[in-house]
Nanobody, 114 residues
Framework: QVQLVESGGGLVQPGGSLRLSCAASGSILSANLMGWYRQAPGKQRELVATMSNGGTSTYSDSVKARFTVTRENAKNTVFLQMNSLKPEETAVYYC????????WGQGTLVTVSS
């Protein structure tokens, strides 16, 4: 079993930055995918960014050039640096792991508001 622990959410003003972290523990496959999804109130969960253990990243078009996903494979940790945040990006951000199956974190709330 794989467990995910997220941290780093909170309140930020429009145009501000936040950094999310997610540490995976348990039966981690050497080949895996980790990343972030988000779900805004009343909307479906959507991809933000993912990165394979080999370093291949995928981004939603809406966050390219503002968000950066990175990994520290030795610690099974994935990060999301979010810059120039917009109010409409207020959402619960979920850490995601894909090994034998999809695993989700509990989510961390990011609120972008003045």
């Amino acid at each position: 079993q794989v467990q995910l622990v997220e941290s780093g959410g909170g309140l930020v003003q429009p145009g501000g930055s936040l950094r999310l972290s997610c540490a995976a523990s348990g039966s981690i496959l050497s080949a895996n995918l980790m990343g972030w999804y988000r779900q805004a109130p009343g909307k479906q969960r959507e991809l933000v960014a993912t990165m394979s253990n080999g370093g291949t990243s995928t981004y939603s078009d809406s966050v390219k050039a503002r968000f950066t996903v990175t990994r520290e494979n030795a610690k099974n940790t994935v990060f999301l640096q979010m810059n120039s945040l917009k109010p409409e990006e207020t959402a619960v951000y979920y850490c995601y792991y894909r090994g034998y199956r999809d695993i989700w974190g509990q989510g961390t709330l990011v609120t972008v508001s003045s």
